[in-house]
């Protein structure tokens, strides 16, 4: 069983940063895609960004592209979330997921990722 846990979240005034991880646990992590989602009450979690572990390819919502990296550290089996520029509207719980080999297409669908992490909150003040 995979598991995945989020740190980072917190407090920022906009226009700041933050860094999320996520570490795996449970078993290795080859050829898994991993996946930032975000979910505020009464919406469906929202694609953020997605790595590939294998070949680095990386996918951004177009409300972040720019003011957030994804990246991996393999020997450790984390993700990270750079997030610049912070807005008010990035306010959200933010989820790691990953799965095994997802297609391109599919990366930004919260269905297709099978293991999740128990989130982290990121606030943004205005």
């Known amino acids: 069983q995979v598991q995945l846990a989020e740190s980072g979240g917190g407090l920022v005034q906009a226009g700041g940063s933050l860094k999320l991880s996520c570490a795996a646990s449970?078993?290795?992590?080859?050829?898994?895609?991993m996946g930032w989602f975000r979910q505020t009450p009464g919406k469906e979690r929202e694609f953020v960004a997605a790595?590939?572990?294998?070949?680095?390819?990386?996918r951004y919502a177009d409300s972040v592209k720019g003011r957030f990296t994804i990246s991996r550290d393999n020997a450790k089996y984390t993700v990270y979330l750079q997030m610049n520029s912070l807005k008010p509207e990035d306010t959200a719980v933010y989820y790691c997921?990953?799965?095994?080999?997802?297609?391109?297409?599919?990366?930004?669908?919260?269905?297709?990722?099978?293991?999740w992490g128990q989130g982290t909150q990121v606030t943004v003040s205005s």
């Open positions: 997921a990953g799965n095994r080999h997802i297609l391109a297409v599919a990366v930004s669908s919260a269905a297709t990722y099978d293991y």
């Open positions: 449970g078993r290795t992590f080859s050829s898994y895609t």
């Open positions: 790595i590939t572990w294998s070949g680095g390819n990386t």
